[in-house]
């Protein structure tokens, strides 16, 4: 049977080259647009090169003390031996300046999705017209497997951090739009015109009522940024966006399954070290809240 519609579907498939189409769009980019990515480009690498300098500055032996007592202040004395300990392990094993190259790569790109995905995901819950519009965006964004954006980043940008920290974005920014928009229109109804009864205007009532209000969910969506982040940085190593990732690529290169392990066990702590500081954030304010 599929022999039969195999003419059909070719021919189905020549009246819509989806991929040709992007090929050419690409294309015309780069044929047209070459001044503009590259001004994108050197502020997204001034960016990225100044907070990774600042990190790589600043030496482990004040870092680790300094994030174990923070895990200690903000989840207890287990959690802050935990951090002293994965830190250490990090440092001893030999991936301190990769995990701080990781550390700053996923940082720089979860600041630029918080720039541009909290003002969009507030115009989101203001508009219902542009929440239509952006909806299917997003679910683009975040189902599109994440290989697939190295590829036309690598094209606009070249090598290294810069189309890393681009596709990172990318892939990264969904959650933040959608848990911004999500906790605003959660906000009580009642709350909403409580503020409007006192005369707040428009902006007085989103930075002193809805904000704050829906700041737990919003610091969710940080915490969903940070992680997926962090997840898309590795991947992001085949493009030369450098770290751990090019640890864990040269073990499958070469088959070290020792490499491997002790790099992915770096990239495991960071991320349990991260997810849980971002989401105690978000819980201890939903506390003081209730």
């Known amino acids: 049977m599929s022999e039969l519609l195999r003419p059909a579907i070719d021919a189905l498939h020549d009246l819509l080259p989806l991929g040709r189409w992007v090929n050419l769009g690409v294309k015309f980019l780069l044929d047209h647009g070459a001044t503009f990515f590259d001004s994108i480009g050197t502020l997204v690498e001034g960016f990225a090169q100044w907070i990774e300098e600042g990190m790589l500055a600043v030496?482990?032996?004040?870092?680790?003390?300094?994030?174990?007592?923070?895990?200690?202040?903000?989840?207890?004395?287990?959690?802050?031996?935990?951090?002293?300990?994965?830190?250490?392990?990090?440092?001893?094993?030999g991936f301190w300046p990769q995990t701080m190259v990781t550390l700053s790569l996923t940082?720089?790109?979860?600041?630029?999705?918080?720039?541009?995905?909290?003002?969009?995901?507030v115009w989101c819950a203001r508009n219902d017209r542009v929440n239509a519009c952006v909806r299917p965006v997003l679910d683009f964004m975040q189902t599109m497997p994440a290989f697939v954006y190295l590829i036309p980043a690598a094209m606009l940008f070249g090598l290294g951090r810069v189309p890393g920290t681009v596709a990172t974005v990318i892939f990264a920014m969904p959650p933040m739009v959608r848990l911004t928009s999500l906790g605003i229109r959660q906000v009580n109804v009642e709350q909403v015109e409580a503020g409007n009864a006192f005369g707040c205007t428009a902006t007085q009532l989103l930075f002193k009522v809805q904000l704050p209000i829906a700041l737990p969910t919003i610091m969710a969506g940080v915490n969903q940024t940070i992680m997926m982040a962090l997840s898309m940085v590795i991947i992001a190593s085949m493009v030369g966006a450098g770290g751990l990732g090019n640890?864990?690529?040269?073990?499958?290169?070469?088959?070290?399954?020792?490499?491997?392990f002790e790099s992915g066990l770096a990239v495991v702590?960071?991320?349990?070290?991260?997810d849980r500081l971002t989401e105690s954030f978000g819980v201890a304010h939903q506390d003081r809240a209730n």
């Open 107 to 121: 940082l720089s790109a979860t600041l630029i999705s918080l720039f541009f995905g909290i003002p969009l995901g």
């Open 247 to 260: 640890d864990v690529l040269a073990s499958i290169q070469r088959l070290d399954i020792g490499l491997g």
């Open 269 to 274: 702590l960071l991320a349990i070290i991260l």
């Open 59 to 93: 030496p482990f032996w004040l870092v680790i003390p300094a994030v174990a007592v923070l895990g200690w202040r903000r989840l207890g004395p287990g959690f802050g031996v935990f951090v002293l300990l994965s830190l250490t392990l990090i440092v001893v094993t």
